[in-house]
């Protein structure tokens, strides 16, 4: 089991892979939206937030506003760890039921194309 500290640093690794996405891709698929990431067997979740300019940076403080976030992950530290460093595939994990992803349907048509 992956600690708290290595699932904030898969986190930031995370948003800083999303950087990498060229502009354009960007531009057409992201549409600004609140995220949870809750890892299941620690009991914590992180918050954060997806925009053109970027996702994150993530925390582990609910919003100011109160309001549930509009995509919701629920996730394992160890495959949160492993999908962050390419060795867990997103679409099997997510059949597979190691990842749980509620959002609505258009926002996971919008983060298929981006992952």
Request: glycine share 10%.
């Given at each position: 089991?992956?600690t708290v500290?290595e699932?904030?640093?898969a ?6 892979q999303?950087d990498?996405?060229d502009q ?9 939206r609140?995220?949870?990431?809750h890892i299941r ?5 992180f918050?954060g937030r997806?925009r053109h300019?970027?996702l994150?940076?993530?925390?582990d403080s609910p ?8 995509v919701?992950l629920t996730i394992?530290?160890d495959d ?9 595939d997103?679409g099997?994990?997510v059949f ?13 048509l919008?983060?298929r194309?981006?992952?």
């Amino acid at each position: 089991m992956a600690t708290v500290d290595e699932c904030r640093v898969a986190l930031r690794k995370l948003a800083e892979q999303f950087d990498e996405i060229d502009q354009e891709s960007r531009s057409r698929h992201v549409v600004e939206r609140t995220i949870s990431c809750h890892i299941r067997d620690l009991g914590v979740t992180f918050y954060g937030r997806l925009r053109h300019g970027g996702l994150g940076p993530f925390d582990d403080s609910p919003p100011a506003d109160g309001k549930p976030a509009e995509v919701k992950l629920t996730i394992g530290s160890d495959d949160l760890v492993s999908l962050v460093n390419g060795e867990l595939d997103m679409g099997r994990a997510v059949f597979g039921g190691r990842v749980k992803i509620d959002a609505s349907f258009g926002d996971l048509l919008r983060l298929r194309k981006l992952l």
